[in-house]
């Protein structure tokens, strides 16, 4: 049976390089209070659209019935297995709009808002920086580089695409991207923040933040997300690619590599997409 597997997928991306340009770029962002709290908040207006993303894929996939059929079923109204491969990606929305560590209604754009804020009541309460409301509105306004870049996610997760086995599988590497880069970006970020900026770590770690009525940890998004902490991005990875590898068995193997060949222009998809942030952030 066709399979899908995380070497296979490293072997289209040069992830040694990819990994020192992003720490390169973070390090350099961690000499500046502004330059840090810029990175972030355009780190997490770029993240805030993968959650819905990946519910409109689980969404996308779960309505296409005549493409995910059980090859040995043989009564129609019994066949249709499109809503069990949703569920492997739905997996990663459940916990983007609920994250299940806690006990709050703690979505990750919740957590990914109060790891920004605290930031700024940090460099704030240490007098580091000094600017108004209004002056952090302009100053943190996504830019349009990073508006076009965040339109181009919607894309990614099959916005606008076909309801048809090549663009789903498109779709679907898109997603395996997001989640393996992710985890490695945001354990670079763990760990620039541990061994170069401690104080604002250990501030961040004890630090709450409320929004939308609860009190959030300002560091659970960042720890979550890390390698060396939770690790969700690589739980979801791993149920992605079960998710890939169960809709394979649900379409004619006849089509098998040219859909392998689809996974694999979405996962560069987003690797292109994903060099674009990183260039750009440092570059702007």
């Not at 991005?233 to 992605?240: I, L, N, P, V």
């Amino acid at each position: 049976m066709t399979r899908i597997t995380e070497q296979e997928l490293l072997e289209l991306y040069d992830y040694k390089s990819g990994s020192g340009q992003i720490k390169l770029i973070f390090i350099n962002a961690l000499q500046q209070p502004q330059a840090l709290i810029r990175f972030i908040a355009h780190y997490t207006a770029w993240n805030a659209l993968f959650g819905s993303g990946v519910a409109s894929l689980a969404g996308k996939i779960g309505r296409c019935q005549g493409v995910f059929r059980s090859q040995q079923c043989k009564i129609d109204a019994i066949a249709d297995r499109s809503v069990h491969v949703a569920s492997f990606f739905f997996d990663a929305a459940r916990d983007e709009f609920d994250d299940r560590a806690t006990i709050h209604r703690d979505t990750h754009r919740c957590l990914a808002q109060s790891c920004l804020q605290g930031m700024i009541d940090y460099y704030t309460q240490s007098q580091q920086i000094t600017l108004s409301d209004t002056q952090l509105n302009d100053w943190l306004a996504p830019p349009l580089w990073l508006t076009a870049l965040i339109e181009r996610v919607a894309i990614g997760y099959g916005v606008g695409s076909g309801d048809h086995p090549a663009a789903l599988f498109r779709s679907m590497g898109y997603h395996l991207g997001s989640e393996l880069l992710a985890d490695r970006e945001f354990s670079i970020i763990d760990q620039g923040l541990e061994t170069r900026q401690v104080e604002l770590q250990a501030f961040l770690k004890q630090h709450t933040v409320e929004i939308a009525g609860e009190h959030h940890s300002a560091y659970h998004w960042l720890e979550i997300h890390s390698g060396h902490g939770g690790g969700v991005e690589a739980e979801h990875f791993a149920w992605a690619v079960k998710g890939v590898n169960r809709g394979f068995s649900y379409v004619p193997v006849a089509i098998h590599e040219s859909l392998r060949h689809q996974l694999h222009l979405g996962f560069m998809d987003f690797v292109t997409d994903h060099r674009e942030f990183f260039t750009s952030v440092a570059r702007y």
